[in-house]
């Protein structure tokens, strides 16, 4: 959760968070009703995504169509009563090759219908880490928000889908994007608990993330979810042999620097990457930040002539 220093404004974001776990209950409560027998409420596409589920059957239906363009956008762009699309129908049932001919026949992959809830924050919610990799190749948007201001990644993150988190990251996604309470999704992994030591393909953790962008506050509060191994956390290093320390150095941030310092311990200030840089070497080669530098060089064991295994100085 987002750090607020007004007592009234964290009253607020707690309302907003309670608002957002009834949001989300409505919508599966919305869904499970439509799923219910309504054939005199749907139109032929939307039964054949429910009860059918057969991508031949869709085919038909819009061969059936011909050359109405008209016909099969109304298809569709045709909404249940709770405002569901035949996409959202087939996503919520795991109909991969049904959503693949929806998609093909020019369904919007995109479309939150009335409940403002992209078909990717609805395959993110229901764990289906196939048919997210599926929609952002048929270019579903990872900017995209819902009708609580989160992207998939915030909805992944929100519901502890791991695997989906890795493959959002690996896709692009921006952990640092804000959410419905100006949560991030480093925000909200720490808060569940369960993804706060989940790395990238790259072996950046949460920890990492936070410390290039200086964020003290979530730096605090993964480390607080790790409690005991908080130190084993704030060492582990990236395949480029980068810590959290050097990633906060490489980016400038003092602050950050500083709060890991108090965790990891000065050692790590002799840590080399597989570049041959420490921390020091990693502040003077970004060279963003002279305060910083200034105040590595006061901590005891640092030395400004220090060799790198490769032999050059951070000066």
Same mark, same amino acid.
Request: overall charge negative; glycine content about 8%; proline content about 3%.
């Given at each position: 959760?987002?750090?607020?220093?007004?007592?009234?404004?964290?009253?607020?974001?707690?309302?907003?968070?309670?608002?957002?776990?009834?949001?989300?209950?409505?919508?599966?409560?919305?869904?499970?009703?439509?799923?219910?027998?309504?054939?005199?409420?749907?139109?032929?596409?939307?039964?054949?995504?429910?009860?059918?589920?057969?991508?031949?059957?869709?085919?038909?239906?819009?061969?059936?169509?011909?050359?109405?363009?008209?016909?099969?956008?109304?298809?569709?762009?045709?909404?249940?009563?709770?405002?569901?699309?035949?996409?959202?129908?087939?996503?919520?049932?795991?109909?991969?090759?049904?959503?693949?001919?929806?998609?093909?026949?020019?369904?919007?992959?995109?479309?939150?219908?009335?409940?403002?809830?992209?078909?990717?924050?609805?395959?993110?919610?229901?764990?289906?880490?196939?048919?997210?990799?599926?929609?952002?190749?048929?270019?579903?948007?990872?900017?995209?928000?819902?009708?609580?201001?989160? #992207? *998939? /990644? @915030?909805? +992944?993150? $929100?519901?502890?889908?791991?695997?989906? !988190?890795?493959? =959002?990251?690996?896709?692009?996604?921006?952990?640092?994007?804000?959410?419905?309470?100006?949560?991030?999704?480093?925000?909200?992994?720490?808060?569940?608990?369960?993804?706060?030591?989940?790395?990238?393909?790259?072996?950046?953790?949460?920890?990492?993330?936070?410390?290039?962008?200086?964020?003290?506050?979530?730096?605090?509060?993964?480390?607080?979810?790790?409690?005991?191994?908080?130190?084993?956390?704030?060492?582990?290093?990236?395949?480029?042999?980068? #810590? *959290? /320390? @050097?990633? +906060?150095? $490489?980016?400038?941030?003092?602050?950050? !620097?500083?709060? =890991?310092?108090?965790?990891?311990?000065?050692?790590?200030?002799?840590?080399?990457?597989?570049?041959?840089?420490?921390?020091?070497?990693?502040?003077?080669?970004?060279?963003?930040?002279?305060?910083?530098?200034?105040?590595?060089?006061?901590?005891?064991?640092?030395?400004?002539?220090?060799?790198?295994?490769?032999?050059?100085?951070?000066?």
């Amino acid at each position: 959760m987002a750090l607020f220093h007004v007592r009234g404004e964290i009253i607020f974001a707690d309302e907003l968070k309670k608002k957002i776990s009834e949001g989300y209950a409505v919508v599966r409560s919305r869904l499970n009703d439509d799923v219910k027998p309504r054939f005199d409420a749907w139109n032929t596409i939307q039964n054949t995504c429910l009860y059918v589920l057969q991508a031949e059957k869709i085919l038909q239906l819009f061969d059936a169509c011909g050359d109405d363009e008209a016909k099969k956008e109304m298809f569709l762009k045709h909404q249940s009563k709770n405002g569901f699309s035949a996409l959202h129908f087939a996503v919520y049932k795991g109909e991969t090759e049904a959503v693949e001919e929806l998609i093909a026949a020019g369904a919007n992959v995109d479309f939150g219908g009335r409940n403002k809830l992209p078909p990717l924050h609805l395959a993110v919610m229901c764990g289906n880490d196939e048919l997210v990799d599926r929609l952002i190749e048929h270019g579903a948007s990872l900017n995209a928000v819902d009708f609580v201001h989160f #992207t *998939p /990644l @915030h909805s +992944a993150t $929100y519901f502890a889908h791991e695997k989906i !988190v890795r493959l =959002l990251m690996k896709r692009g996604a921006d952990p640092n994007s804000c959410g419905g309470v100006k949560d991030r999704p480093l925000h909200l992994a720490s808060s569940k608990g369960h993804i706060t030591t989940l790395a990238d393909d790259e072996g950046n953790t949460s920890l990492h993330f936070a410390a290039k962008t200086g964020h003290v506050g979530i730096i605090d509060l993964l480390l607080l979810k790790i409690g005991a191994g908080h130190q084993e956390l704030a060492l582990k290093a990236n395949v480029y042999g980068d #810590t *959290p /320390l @050097h990633t +906060a150095c $490489y980016a400038g941030r003092l602050d950050a !620097v500083k709060r =890991l310092l108090t965790v990891a311990g000065s050692n790590t200030l002799n840590v080399e990457n597989v570049f041959s840089e420490t921390p020091l070497h990693a502040a003077c080669t970004s060279g963003r930040n002279l305060e910083l530098v200034a105040f590595l060089l006061k901590q005891p064991g640092v030395d400004a002539n220090f060799q790198g295994q490769d032999g050059h100085t951070g000066m």
